[in-house]
Nanobody, 115 residues
């Protein structure tokens, strides 16, 4: 089964930056699209950013201009998060579309933004 593993979370102060990584068990170019999601305590999981195989990206409004999704030439994708705000505090997950299926949810990586 194809799996994705998230890493790179941590605790930062407001205005700080983090770079999340997502490593796949197969080539990242095998996926039709990849995406980052987050879930804050007591809230539903939301889609944060996506990237298609062709490189087109989308972002939820609250992170536009601050977050950037990217992928490398091997088996990883990233979420660069700048100017972090307390409301960005959440567990972040990556997921990918492979054919008509999607990869299972991983453990996620915790991001905490607090002064």
């Amino acid at each position: 089964q194809v799996r994705l593993v998230e890493s790179g979370g941590g605790s930062v102060q407001p205005g700080g930056s983090l770079r999340l990584s997502c490593t796949a068990s197969i080539s990242i170019f095998s996926f039709k699209s990849v995406g980052w999601y987050r879930q804050a305590p007591g809230k539903e999981r939301e889609l944060v950013a996506t990237m298609t195989a062709g490189g087109s990206t989308t972002y939820t409004d609250s992170v536009k201009g601050r977050f950037a999704i990217s992928k490398d030439l091997s088996n990883s994708m990233y979420l660069q998060m700048n100017n972090l705000k307390p409301e960005d505090t959440a567990t972040y997950y990556c997921r990918a579309a492979l054919g008509s299926a999607t990869t299972p949810w991983g453990q996620g990586t915790q991001v905490t933004v607090s002064s």
